[in-house]
């Protein structure tokens, strides 16, 4: 499965009462190519194997959010408080058992592992490092910017979705950190880009929301020359949250009350039909905690 075990899975918005929240509709495949969904209208973690059969993989979480696979098949999930959005990160091995990898995060916006095993973490204006034993670190941190995605591609660059005009001055942005530190604006001028992901071949996916035409929702392909096309505008009106690549290069997609899946050309077909809209999630929780 490649880098597969690094993929991204994040932000569907939600607003009430005036604040926008990010919110996950998060995907990630292991290495056996089984999807993972997490679901947080019903505090659950839900696997598809490749043939679209669906089964619970955790449930009784707080609002599980993004999901992703270090390099010995552990998924790592973030979940949150609905009413607080504090959390923590799980770590569940392959046969299910659950460990506490570390607490302490607020309002995760992605989640991506290195080769080392180091599990990088978006937090709104930061970005911090996990060492393999917890030990937390600041990677980068700005006052202006509103992380989202984060993703890696092969050669260990860090790609990171800035929601924020005012951090780059090239409007909203994915921004690359080479394995060094250097940052560089790999793509500007976007809209409102929120789930973010790679494939083995190094090109970079990001669903760009139009907040002024929802009509327009479209994932964006980059080369890794930074070359962009549009790899798909058919996302209907409905929010794109989380996107994961298998490894044939198929494009999943958790869409309204789908999980789309599209293939290297764009084709799009629905691969599971069961999956709750991330506006609805959100008005579920709402109602749960009493917010509406």
């Known amino acids: 499965m490649g880098k597969q075990f690094i993929i991204l899975a994040i932000a569907g918005v939600g607003t009430i009462f005036g604040f926008t929240k990010a919110h996950a509709g998060g995907l990630a495949f292991d290495t056996a190519g089984n999807l993972f969904v997490a679901d947080f209208a019903k505090r659950s973690v839900f696997k598809y194997t490749p043939d679209g059969t669906k089964s619970t993989f955790v449930a009784g979480l707080k ?3 993004g999901l992703c696979f270090d390099s010995k098949g552990n998924l790592f999930v973030s979940d949150e408080a609905a009413t607080t959005f504090k959390g923590s990160i799980l770590k569940f091995t392959p046969e299910g058992k659950r460990s506490t ?5 607020s309002s995760v916006g992605g989640m991506a592992f290195d080769h080392s095993g180091n599990l990088f973490v978006s937090e709104e204006n930061s970005i911090f490092k996990f060492s393999p034993e917890g030990v937390k670190s600041t990677v980068v941190t700005s006052k202006l910017a509103n992380f989202i995605g984060l993703a890696f591609d092969g050669s260990e660059n860090l790609f990171v979705a800035d929601q924020s005009i005012a951090d780059t001055g090239a409007g909203r942005s994915i921004l690359k950190f080479s ?12 809209e409102d880009p ?3 992901t790679a494939d083995n071949a190094g090109s970079v996916y990001v669903v760009q929301t ?3 035409d929802a009509s327009s929702h479209a ?20 929010l794109t949250t989380g996107l994961a690549v298998d490894s044939s290069g198929n494009v999943f997609a958790a869409n309204d009350h789908s999980i789309l899946k599209f293939d290297a050309n764009g084709t799009k077909t629905t691969f599971a039909s069961d999956w709750i809209s991330p506006d609805k999630q959100w008005e579920y929780k709402c109602a749960d905690y009493g917010l509406g």
């Open 63 to 65: 609002s599980p959010i």
């Open 101 to 105: 990898f570390a607490t302490g995060i």
């Open 179 to 190: 394995p060094d530190g250097t940052k560089t604006i790999f793509a500007g001028g976007l």
């Open 210 to 212: 139009t907040a002024a």
């Open 194 to 196: 929120v789930g973010l």
């Open 219 to 238: 994932i964006l392909k980059f080369s890794p020359n930074g070359a962009r096309n549009t790899f798909t505008s058919e996302l209907g009106r409905s």
